[in-house]
């Protein structure tokens, strides 16, 4: 069963903690999936017990298992004005990672959902132009939560290399609304080493590098070892949250980009 919640919605009385009522002014939609907001609640402050910062991201990220993906559920653009949405019912890849790391560090609904503006926008500021609309904008943006380990990881076999993210070849922007700005960018070419995917960690979260101009990564996911080493992500293939091995998967593409969290 699916638990929605609008905005101004009387629904919103199921809500017990009262500190949730003070900040859920700016959500316009809250949708909780297969969670009562008492079930999420009782999940977060379980994951609190698992101490490995990489094994309460598989531990949570693992709860998605099966769940839909679903492109473009965040609202928002140049031209309209944008808004809270918490959706853990349908998700792309990036709504994926931000749901999960804004859990890591969460023991209620309502310290998610404060958490997750940290985590989605610079500074917490909800508005579309200080959205995190690139992996490297976690790693400039999100540098208290999550650190990049591309280049450690590489030893050697890292290649670095400049864009100017949003600006396409030949003119135009990925994000239309959104300031073109140059970044330099390590990634590991593929195929990865066994040297390079002994150092991944469960936890870790992966991009998959773009050669395209004005793009960092194309995809993103989940490091998760479990009798194995599996990339866990939003797949468009698959329509759903899945496991699938992390070499293969990553043996197709240019190549990979790490984050790490702190």
Known sequence: ?????????????????????????????????????????GLLEEATGIADNGERIAFLSGRFLGTEYRESTLRGSADIAEELVVNLAALDCFTFVDYVEAMRSSRS??????????VRYRKGDVAFRQ??????????SNSEFVEDVTG?????RA????????EKE?????????AA???????????????????????DYAGVYSNA????????????????????????????????????????TPGMIVLRPK
């Open 131 to 140: 959205r995190n609309h690139f992996l490297a904008d976690w790693r400039q």
């Open 181 to 203: 700005v140059g970044r330099a960018i390590e990634y590991i070419p593929s195929p990865l080493s066994e040297d390079v995917l002994s150092r991944l960690r469960t936890g």
């Open 159 to 166: 290649v670095r290399v400049q864009k100017v993210l949003n």
């Open 170 to 178: 030949g003119g135009g922007s990925w994000v239309p609304g959104i």
């Open 213 to 252: 101009a004005g793009l960092d990564v194309s995809h993103a996911g989940i490091v998760v070892r479990d009798c194995g080493l599996f990339f866990r992500h939003a797949s468009s293939r698959l329509m759903k949250v899945v496991d699938e091995e992390l070499q293969a998967y990553f043996s197709d």
């Open 152 to 156: 450690r990881l590489g030893e050697g």
């Open 1 to 41: 069963m699916r638990h929605v919640f609008l905005l101004f919605d009387r629904r919103f009385v199921t809500f017990k903690k009262g500190n949730l009522a003070d900040i859920i002014y700016s959500i316009k939609m809250l949708n909780t999936g297969k969670w009562t907001e008492k079930e999420l609640d």
């Open 109 to 118: 609904l309502a310290e998610f959902i404060e958490r997750l503006k940290r």
